[in-house]
């Protein structure tokens, strides 16, 4: 008995296994489900937008001089002067660096007293040549007189007729005149005027110098206070972006220009002309900017201008405005290869587009064509994807 129970629980058990392996049930078989991505998106929205390219350049007055001493001297004084000053209305003049003068102001006065003598040496001259040929032109009368008692005086010689003697005599008389307004002129110049309204860059004289006859005569760097300009470095494809063309003028290209402080616009201008040359170290084109009254001038300042003036060395970021264009705003985590974006179309499904990129704005590109207005466009970086791959859109897009 105690060894047919084994048995027969053995038994049991095959037989048990048999039915189970006979009566198999098939499990039912699913495809495998791909996983659907979650993705950020946005609409493809067209926006007007005016294209601008951003560089940077030192500050220098448009018009700045050199003033040199015509008239040779010791430097008697330099402005300010107490005679002058007592008609001004305006700020006083300062022969010093930074100091400001209007047009024709008197700057440096140089000891006139050998040029007063020159002077009078040149018109004593004239007198005598007048008095020649006053006398020349009566001893011809006389001489005509004489002959005439019994000769035809139109088959008189010249000489006779002192024809030459009064033509010497003319001659004589035109280059005293010369002389002495040459004379007038160098007396004039002992005043040394400015040349139109501006400020003083730096000086190279002072009382009791003196200037030309041997000695430098330059006086002064000065400049201008109407306009500055900034040169530039652009390379061509901002050029292009620009529509900038070197043979239209400034006032028909309407490329305007700002000066940027601190995220805020200092002052406005207009980028003038292009110097013709390419930089063969960087391959860029040198473009000359030019910004009006943007200088301190206390001749103008009627309390109302609020920006803060440029100086001569300067160094500014300044924006170049070009023409209006229509443009997608895509952030850069949507673009692949820089020239190619995902967009999802109505079953949710990633396409690729290639596009175009006319500017780089920080992290966001300006598409010119590639995309339509109402597209989604895929923001989340995707490293792997194939075309048609499902994704599900977050932020309420589907």
């Excluded at 003598?117 to 007198?127: I, K, V």
């Excluded at 300067?314 to 820089?338: H, I, T």
Aim: proline share 5%; with cysteine; glycine share 6%.
């Amino acid at each position: 008995m105690r060894f047919i129970l084994p048995i027969l629980l053995l038994g049991a058990c095959v037989a048990g296994a048999w039915y189970l392996i006979e009566n198999e049930v098939e499990a039912e078989r699913r495809p495998p489900k791909a996983p659907v991505i979650a993705v950020e998106a946005q609409l493809a929205k067209i926006e007007t937008k005016r294209l601008f390219v951003t560089a940077f350049g030192t500050v220098r007055p448009r018009t700045m001089t050199t003033i040199m001493a015509e008239a040779s001297g010791r430097i008697e004084g330099v402005a300010p002067f107490a005679l002058e000053e007592s008609n001004r209305t305006g700020p006083a003049v300062s022969f010093r660096a930074g100091g400001f003068f209007d047009k024709g102001d008197l700057l440096v006065k140089i000891d006139d007293v050998s040029h007063l003598a020159a002077a009078a040496e040149a018109e004593a001259a004239l007198r005598r040549s007048e008095l020649q040929l006053e006398q020349e032109r009566a001893l011809a009368e006389q001489a005509k007189a004489e002959w005439e008692l019994d000769r035809d005086w139109d088959k008189a010689p010249e000489l006779v007729k002192r024809i030459p003697q009064i033509r010497k005599a003319e001659t004589d008389a035109k280059a005293a005149q010369a002389r002495l307004e040459q004379a007038n002129q160098i007396l004039e110049r002992t005043e040394v005027r400015a040349p139109y309204r501006g400020r003083l860059l730096e000086t190279m004289a002072d009382v009791g110098q003196q200037v030309g006859a041997g000695s430098s005569p330059v006086l002064a760097k000065v400049y201008a206070l109407d306009s500055a300009e900034i040169d530039l470095s652009l390379d061509q494809q901002s050029l292009d972006l620009l529509h900038f063309n070197e043979t239209t003028s400034s006032d028909q290209q309407g490329i305007e220009v700002q000066v940027m402080t601190k995220n805020d616009t200092a002052h406005v201008g207009v980028l003038d002309r292009s110097e013709g040359t390419v930089d063969p170290r960087t391959r860029l084109t040198k473009v000359v900017a030019r910004i009006d009254r943007c200088f301190a001038n206390p001749f103008e300042n009627n309390g109302s201008n609020s920006k803060k003036p440029l100086s001569p060395g300067q160094f500014v970021e300044v924006e170049l405005l070009g023409p209006q264009v229509a443009v997608f705003l895509v952030p850069s985590s949507a673009l692949r290869d820089r020239s190619m974006v995902l967009v999802i179309n109505d079953q949710n499904k990633l396409m690729t587009r290639e596009v175009k990129i006319v500017r780089w704005d920080g992290e966001v590109a300006w598409v010119s064509s590639g995309l339509q207005e109402g597209e989604r466009i895929c923001l989340t970086p995707i490293e792997i994807f194939a075309a048609g791959m499902k994704v599900q859109p977050i932020d309420g897009m589907k």
